[in-house]
């Protein structure tokens, strides 16, 4: 018996775009959905309060930053990451395996796992498909990920080919060790680089192994947006469809809604709040530089018309004076915003899917994006069904 149950609601008519709904032990969550990443236990700069008042249902924590600190069994012995950050709603934990192979310089892979030194104080870990397993299981996420190998951009065919048969191996290890599947669902992770064939074949030997959920990871890590939608075109399709669809670290909102028309139910990013710290927020034309002098004197919200708590009570003058200022209620503000414009995009996304109007949405949302004609024609291109 799984831990979530996809409830597939609707799907458009001229795209892959589908509206459904997770079901998990903490909650419902509607998909087309954008979950705000709180890597160490916590949204950077904004209390977990106001997103329940935004009405956010699920986020999304690291294993491999909480094993290095607090330690995954000091949250275990709080009650897991619910009790821990008294988050009542959903939780995804992703398996550390971005985070491991990101360290490039400092790591050993090997077929048993990866041996990696820990930024913090040169420590040395090995993590194993079955140890991403221990971790996630005593952090008690709704929803877990297998431990994967993910190649940097650009590899060659070999490599990749190489690290797609290891994450196979290592995805049949992790559903062997998870010892949690009636709490947590966990999902497995296609990889493959920029290759449709290594693509095709990860999704096609994980399909196999009957995941309650899949991801497509190794994508959003360089390659361009055009890139990126190709190999949705060549995955997506092979994922079962009574079964929810992630795509890992994607947090544009062009690139949210071009995933969208190509099946995709789930994302995460760290951009709202990383380029809140650097002043700038979402806007129906891309970003707005808070911290630039023509905001100076500009009395109107960030974005007029938007619906977040910083839109609705102050000005572009006053976040851009406590970004001068260095005064962190900036960055909150900032934060605020840029979470709800993406969450609100993807609601608006559900609504006209189910409604029957989805081509007519991203129309409309794509117009205004400073985004060349040519780019915009290939991610939007409404006849993808």
């Known amino acids: 018996m799984s831990a979530i149950r996809f409830e597939l609601i609707k799907q458009c008519r001229h795209t892959g775009a589908r509206a459904g709904i997770v079901h998990t032990p903490h909650g419902e969550i509607p998909t087309p959905i954008f979950m705000p990443v709180g890597t160490q236990a916590t949204v950077k700069t904004v ?11 699920i ?53 048993e796992g990866v041996e ?31 431990f994967d190998e993910c190649v940097a951009n650009p590899a060659t065919h070999e490599k990749a080919k190489k690290a ?17 599947t009636d709490q947590q669902a966990l999902f497995g992770i296609v990889q493959g680089s920029l290759y449709s064939d290594l693509r095709q074949r ?81 806007g129906p034309t891309g970003r707005v530089i808070l911290k630039n002098a023509q905001y100076a004197n500009d009395f109107t919200p960030i974005v007029q018309g938007c619906g977040c708590y910083a839109c609705q009570n102050f000005t572009k003058a006053y976040v851009r004076h406590l970004l001068k200022s260095s005064e962190s209620l900036g960055h909150t503000l ?24 989805f081509p007519d949405f991203i129309a409309e949302k794509s117009e205004e994006l400073a985004l060349p004609a040519e780019v915009k024609s290939r991610l939007f291109a409404t006849d993808l069904g």
């Open 202 to 282: 990860s999704a096609q030997e994980l399909v196999e192994m009957d995941f309650p959920g899949y991801a497509s990871g190794g994508l959003s890590v360089g390659e361009s947006k055009i890139e990126m939608c190709d190999m949705l075109e060549v995955t997506t399709p092979l994922l079962p469809q009574q079964k929810p669809r992630y795509l890992m670290g994607v947090g544009t909102p062009e690139d949210l809604m071009a995933a969208v028309m190509r099946g995709i139910d789930m994302f995460d990013c760290v951009m709202p709040t990383r380029n809140a710290r650097h002043g700038s927020g979402f």
């Open 334 to 357: 900032l934060s605020l915003h840029n979470i709800y414009w993406l969450f609100d995009l993807m609601r608006g996304a559900r609504e006209a899917i189910i409604e029957d109007r």
């Open 59 to 111: 986020i999304l924590s690291n294993s491999y930053h909480l094993y290095l600190r607090p330690g995954h069994r000091l949250v275990e012995e709080a009650g897991g990451l619910h009790d821990f950050m008294r988050w009542p709603r959903a939780i995804l934990t992703d398996s550390g395996g971005f985070q491991v192979f990101s360290l490039r310089g400092i790591l050993k892979v090997k077929e």
């Open 47 to 57: 209390m977990l309060r106001d997103l329940v008042e935004m009405g956010i249902p």
């Open 116 to 146: 990696f030194q820990s930024p913090h104080d040169g420590s040395r870990h090995f993590i194993t498909p079955e140890k991403s397993m221990e971790i996630q299981n005593a952090l008690g996420a709704d929803i877990i990920m297998a």
């Open 164 to 180: 797609v048969e290891r994450t196979t191996r290592w995805a049949k290890r992790c559903l062997e060790a998870h010892q949690r």
